[in-house]
């Protein structure tokens, strides 16, 4: 088996009758079997082959999550085509640029999105377009008409852009089929579970693994401001087993959850919350964990180019590591997956940590190679000469832009983005570990370290309430921080404390600061 198609068809074999799909509506949902789906997708398959769309002919994708995305990723998977995924919410100018980068030859997209299309400058590529309309208007099939299983190459995903411009990397069929197996075997996926998956093509993944799917009422380009009510409501109805997505979901319902008791016994049968796109602070285990009683959270560390790579639960955080993240340690990510390989390539400075705790074993640059890791971006050269290193036995390596530490226990530990870091003195100061010793503040939402142009480091606090406050109170905070700061070794020096209500964050996650914007907002007087 060599394409994810196959895997679907495998699936719609053994279950049929199954149900494969929950769409929730506003006075009655619409439901398909997995025999719905794949008469569905047939028609799709159908009415591309009809239009000329090949194997290897690129096809970018901008519709909404539902029946319609998947039916006709699918179809686009059994005619060797290959899908393009762009996130919409990275904005016009930068989706338009990736578009003619790419090349695509079709444009399958919601009717607003051709509307912005028809008034843009044109890509040269584009043959056609296929608006969401014309998808609705397809005629079910109950016969394949053509299937390629020779094209290796299943999609391109672009990253989200939050550390820099976005890049479309290359998946292969046997990235997305391994990605099953290991997420399926890991998180004891059954097909009795009830997924909601917050991240889009998640879906087609517990869809080939015969498990129902609830599409939720979620903007996947704005998760940070969805309806934890509605949410909330939705798990509880259709007795929802799996959650994934943002961090910034789960944050914004458990909050909602604290404050209204008559919500907190609806997810009681949740059993996995899988969080991703970008480290999880402790106080979402501390604030979630209580109203998952037959559940865990948890945390698997990657990136678009190669993921999973490895995971931590929120419980075995809380009950041992978070007390170390707290004092500087970094983030605790877990044991690497067994099909996963790790390098880490040492730096020349020390780590600067707090001085109560052991060194780690190493630190520094961290790349990865498995089954699961992208060997290639898309007509980025440049890119792939900086990101990817092949072994003399032609093993290919991907740089993950990330500080890691190994401890004895051979347990990973992130330390944040490779730019995020300071260097000062010969010692490395690493995001993640100078954040948490602020972030403990009772006021403290979270934290960004940023270097000022002086070279001096400083501190970022969101903290909506302390932003309307007087000077007084304000102050006084900064005063606690500087005390806070002056505990521990590799803090002592940072004196310098802003105030921010909101931090800008990136599109897809809502939840990656962009440290180089506060800072250009810090010296130029706009934070507090």
Same mark, same amino acid.
């Given at each position: 088996?060599?394409?994810?198609?196959?895997? &679907?068809?495998?699936?719609?074999?053994?279950?049929?009758?199954?149900?494969?799909?929950?769409?929730?509506?506003?006075?009655?949902?619409?439901?398909?079997?997995?025999?719905?789906?794949?008469?569905?997708?047939?028609?799709?398959?159908?009415? &591309?082959?009809?239009?000329?769309?090949? %194997?290897?002919?690129?096809?970018? #994708?901008?519709?909404?999550p539902?029946?319609?995305?998947?039916?006709?990723?699918?179809?686009l998977?059994?005619?060797?085509?290959?899908?393009?995924?762009?996130?919409?919410?990275?904005?016009?100018?930068?989706?338009?640029?990736?578009?003619?980068?790419?090349?695509? !030859?079709?444009?399958?997209?919601?009717?607003?999105?051709?509307?912005?299309?028809?008034?843009?400058?044109k890509?040269?590529?584009?043959?056609?377009?296929?608006?969401?309309?014309q998808?609705?208007?397809?005629? %079910?099939?109950?016969?394949?008409?053509?299937?390629?299983?020779?094209?290796?190459?299943?999609?391109?995903?672009?990253?989200?852009?939050?550390?820099?411009?976005?890049?479309?990397?290359?998946?292969?069929?046997?990235?997305?089929?391994?990605?099953?197996?290991?997420?399926?075997?890991?998180f004891?996926?059954?097909?009795?579970?009830?997924d909601?998956?917050?991240?889009?093509?998640?879906?087609?993944?517990?869809?080939?693994?015969g498990?129902?799917? +609830?599409?939720?009422?979620?903007?996947?380009?704005?998760?940070?401001?969805?309806? =934890?009510?509605? +949410?909330?409501?939705? #798990?509880k109805?259709?007795?929802?087993?799996?959650?994934?997505?943002?961090?910034?979901?789960?944050?914004?319902?458990?909050?909602?959850?604290?404050?209204? =008791?008559?919500?907190?016994?609806?997810?009681?049968?949740?059993?996995?919350?899988?969080?991703?796109?970008?480290?999880?602070?402790?106080?979402?285990?501390?604030?979630?964990?209580?109203?998952?009683?037959?559940?865990? #959270? &948890?945390?698997p560390?990657?990136?678009? %180019?190669?993921?999973?790579?490895?995971?931590?639960?929120?419980?075995?955080?809380?009950?041992?590591?978070?007390?170390?993240?707290?004092?500087?340690?970094?983030?605790?990510?877990?044991?690497?997956?067994?099909?996963?390989?790790?390098? #880490?390539?040492?730096?020349?400075?020390?780590?600067?940590?707090?001085?109560?705790?052991?060194?780690?074993?190493e630190?520094?640059?961290?790349?990865?190679?498995?089954?699961?890791?992208?060997?290639?971006?898309?007509?980025?050269?440049?890119?792939n !000469?900086?990101?990817?290193?092949?072994?003399?036995?032609?093993?290919?390596?991907?740089?993950?832009?990330?500080?890691?530490?190994?401890?004895?226990?051979?347990?990973?530990?992130?330390?944040?983005?490779? =730019?995020?870091?300071?260097?000062?003195?010969?010692?490395?100061?690493?995001?993640?570990?100078?954040?948490?010793?602020?972030?403990?503040?009772?006021?403290?939402?979270?934290?960004?370290?940023?270097?000022?142009?002086?070279?001096?480091?400083?501190?970022?606090?969101?903290?909506?309430?302390?932003?309307?406050?007087?000077?007084?109170?304000?102050?006084?905070?900064?005063?606690?921080?500087?005390?806070?700061?002056?505990?521990?070794?590799?803090?002592?020096?940072?004196?310098?404390?802003?105030?921010?209500? !909101?931090?800008p964050?990136?599109?897809?996650?809502?939840?990656?600061?962009?440290?180089?914007?506060?800072?250009?907002?810090?010296?130029?007087?706009?934070?507090?």
């Open positions: 088996m060599n394409n994810v198609y196959l895997k &679907f068809c495998e699936t719609v074999q053994k279950s049929p009758q199954k149900k494969a799909l929950i769409i929730p509506g506003l006075f009655s949902d619409k439901e398909f079997n997995f025999d719905d789906l794949y008469k569905k997708t047939l028609g799709y398959q159908n009415f &591309f082959f009809q239009k000329g769309i090949r %194997e290897n002919d690129l096809v970018a #994708i901008f519709l909404s539902g029946v319609e995305f998947i039916a006709c990723t699918f179809a998977f059994s005619l060797g085509a290959t899908p393009l995924f762009m996130d919409p919410g990275m904005g016009i100018k930068k989706v338009l640029k990736n578009l003619r980068t790419s090349g695509p !030859k079709v444009i399958i997209a919601e009717n607003i999105v051709l509307g912005i299309l028809i008034i843009s400058p890509i040269p590529s584009l043959r056609f377009t296929i608006s969401k309309n998808l609705q208007m397809i005629d %079910e099939k109950s016969s394949p008409l053509y299937f390629t299983s020779q094209n290796n190459q299943a999609a391109i995903l672009f990253t989200s852009g939050a550390t820099g411009p976005p890049k479309g990397v290359c998946y292969t069929h046997q990235m997305f089929l391994e990605q099953i197996k290991q997420i399926q075997n890991y004891k996926i059954k097909t009795t579970d009830i909601y998956p917050a991240f889009p093509l998640f879906a087609l993944f517990t869809l080939c693994m498990v129902t799917v +609830v599409i939720p009422s979620i903007n996947p380009t704005r998760p940070g401001s969805c309806s =934890p009510k509605k +949410v909330l409501t939705e #798990i109805k259709y007795k929802v087993t799996i959650l994934s997505g943002s961090p910034a979901i789960w944050d914004v319902v458990s909050s909602f959850q604290k404050a209204n =008791p008559h919500y907190q016994n609806n997810c009681n049968e949740v059993k996995t919350v899988i969080m991703f796109g970008a480290p999880v602070s402790t106080k979402i285990h501390q604030t979630f964990l209580p109203y998952l009683p037959n559940g865990d #959270i &948890f945390t560390y990657g990136a678009t %180019e190669s993921l999973p790579v490895s995971c931590a639960s929120g419980r075995q955080i809380l009950n041992n590591y978070s007390s170390l993240t707290e004092i500087g340690a970094g983030t605790f990510i877990g044991k690497v997956f067994p099909h996963v390989r790790i390098k #880490i390539l040492p730096y020349k400075e020390r780590l600067a940590i707090n001085k109560n705790l052991k060194k780690p074993l630190f520094g640059e961290l790349w990865v190679s498995s089954l699961t890791t992208s060997k290639e971006y898309l007509k980025l050269p440049e890119e !000469k900086l990101s990817k290193m092949k072994d003399e036995d032609g093993t290919i390596w991907h740089k993950m832009g990330d500080l890691a530490a190994v401890d004895e226990q051979n347990n990973l530990w992130f330390h944040g983005r490779i =730019p995020h870091a300071m260097k000062i003195n010969q010692g490395i100061y690493t995001s993640i570990s100078c954040e948490e010793i602020f972030n403990q503040h009772k006021d403290t939402k979270r934290s960004a370290l940023i270097q000022l142009n002086s070279g001096k480091m400083a501190v970022v606090i969101e903290s909506p309430t302390l932003f309307n406050s007087n000077l007084k109170k304000r102050l006084n905070m900064k005063k606690e921080l500087k005390s806070l700061a002056k505990n521990y070794s590799h803090t002592e020096t940072i004196e310098h404390f802003y105030f921010s209500k !909101k931090f964050v990136d599109i897809r996650h809502n939840i990656k600061i962009n440290r180089e914007e506060l800072k250009q907002m810090a010296q130029e007087g706009k934070l507090l």
